[in-house]
């Protein structure tokens, strides 16, 4: 495959935008090379501006789950467009789909839309911090729910009592309020209570992790954490900006049949569009302005173009009854392949998967939180990668991703991968 054209315009993207791109991991950082610049796209393909065809497993970090350019999303799209973009007023649209998206959420009575998974997880926890009347928060390593101040806080020794800053920029007053807490062990989050009494205004955290592969919840973590919660007058985020209407038409909730208290969404929610939006029972959404005093606004939000798109994103999943099961379907066959395959090269690898969530790591050892999913060996990861590019297939420029898996590939596009990988296995 041929990168000429690709090159070019990343060469003229470094000109005009700091490191070429809009969000850091397109940059190809991790993996070394040229990012590689899409044309276009349709289904479960990709189209770069070289002319390459590439199987996309990324599919726009998730949203698009039914395939790129779906055909209902891009109509609704189309049509809204013909009637004006953007009012900043009330439409009728924005009601239903908050409607639609209630109704297939459990546990849910209101919900917010706004314009990215970042600003959801940010109002979510404001939202919080003003019903407790707390400060503080625990987030779990590895964990992202975007990147707002309070969430880019790391590990440090000092980790049991106050976070410290992750990136430049991030004041310490910020941190200190973020507390951090290892994802899958609820003894360590059981102590950051106990050392913060009545301090504690909401746990966030991804039901299923995906932003660091995909790590499932042992069994009784989010038993654990609901119960803590509910104990300790402590609100329950649940980060679905990335399993929610993917999992489940409920999201994790559903699946793993636990109540959050707050839930958050982005990626699918809007279709392909930049949407993100927050949920929760009558009395805390009642919490926020015009109604309450924990003020969230947005120019921008509940745009009716990004309403139509997550309007007919949220219906096509909502009708169809064996959406959810098809997409487990697929994705278990993907994952018996990538074992057989891997096994019969030798390969040190674990596989991760919770439904159309999946992710491959080259070390042995089960990936359950940060610390065991960083173990991985990069080096076999960034020629895996590379590999499978040359094979026209497209995995996230990271060892650290999930791979989204969308309803538009078929069961050839699926066999087409596995042999891929037979084939780039034979070279790690
Ligand atoms: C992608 C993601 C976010 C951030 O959403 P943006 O739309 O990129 O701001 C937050 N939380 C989780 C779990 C995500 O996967």
């Known amino acids: 495959m041929l990168y000429q054209r690709s090159s070019q315009l990343f060469a003229e993207a470094e000109k005009v935008i700091p490191g070429g ?154 941190a200190k309020d973020t507390l951090l807490a290892k994802y899958n062990d609820l003894e360590n989050v059981k102590s950051l209570i106990q050392a913060n009494p009545n301090e ?21 973590f989010l038993e654990g954490l609901r119960q803590l919660c509910s104990e300790n007058g402590i609100l329950l985020i649940f980060d679905e900006v990335m399993t929610g209407f993917r999992l489940a038409k409920g999201g994790a909730q559903e699946l793993l049949k636990i109540d959050a208290d707050i839930v958050c969404f982005g990626k699918v929610i809007g279709g392909g569009l930049p949407v993100g939006a927050f949920a929760a029972r009558e009395e805390i959404m009642n919490y926020l302005a015009p109604l309450g005093p924990v003020y969230q606004a947005g120019t921008l939000s509940g745009n009716p173009l990004a309403m139509a798109a997550g309007k007919a994103m949220l219906e096509s999943l909502n009708n169809d009854v064996a959406i959810f099961q098809r997409l487990e379907e697929k994705t278990a066959y993907l994952e018996a392949g990538i074992h057989r395959v891997l096994k019969a090269n030798n390969i040190v690898y674990t596989i991760n998967r919770v439904g159309s969530m999946i992710s491959v790591h080259f070390d042995a050892s089960p990936v359950v939180d940060f610390q065991t999913a960083a173990k991985g060996d990069n080096d076999t990861f960034k020629k895996f990668f590379h590999g499978l590019l040359k094979e026209g297939i497209y995995i996230a420029p990271s060892a650290y991703e999930t791979w989204f898996i969308t309803d538009a590939l078929s069961y050839e596009d699926l066999d087409f991968t596995i042999n891929a990988i037979d084939t780039v296995s034979k070279t790690l």
């Not at 199987?55 to 609704?76: F, K, Q």
């Not at 049509?79 to 007023?89: C, H, P, V, Y």
């Not at 504690?200 to 995906?210: C, L, N, T």
Request: aromatic share 8%; hydrophobic share 40%; glycine share 12%.
């Open 200 to 220: 504690i205004a909401a746990i966030i955290v991804e039901p299923v992790a995906g932003n660091m592969g995909c790590v499932p919840p042992i069994k009784g």
């Open 21 to 174: 791109v809009n969000s850091p991991v397109r940059a190809f950082k991790s993996v070394g090379g040229t990012p590689i610049f899409v044309k276009q796209a349709k289904g479960a393909y990709l189209y770069d501006e070289d002319g390459n065809r590439l199987i996309d497993y990324i599919n726009s970090w998730g949203p698009m789950i039914l395939g790129h350019a779906y055909e209902p999303v891009v109509e609704a799209v189309t049509e809204k467009a013909k009637l004006g973009t953007s009012f900043g007023m009330p439409t009728e649209l924005e009601t239903q789909i908050a409607a639609l998206a209630v109704s297939m959420v459990p546990n849910i009575d209101k919900i917010r839309f706004v314009n990215s998974g970042t600003e959801a997880c940010m109002s979510a926890v404001r939202l919080a911090r003003g019903f407790t009347k707390r400060d503080k928060i625990i987030k779990f390593a590895g964990c992202y729910h975007g990147h707002s101040d309070s969430f880019l806080i790391q590990a440090g020794s000092g980790a049991m009592t106050f976070g410290t800053p992750n990136s430049p920029g991030v004041t310490a007053g910020t």
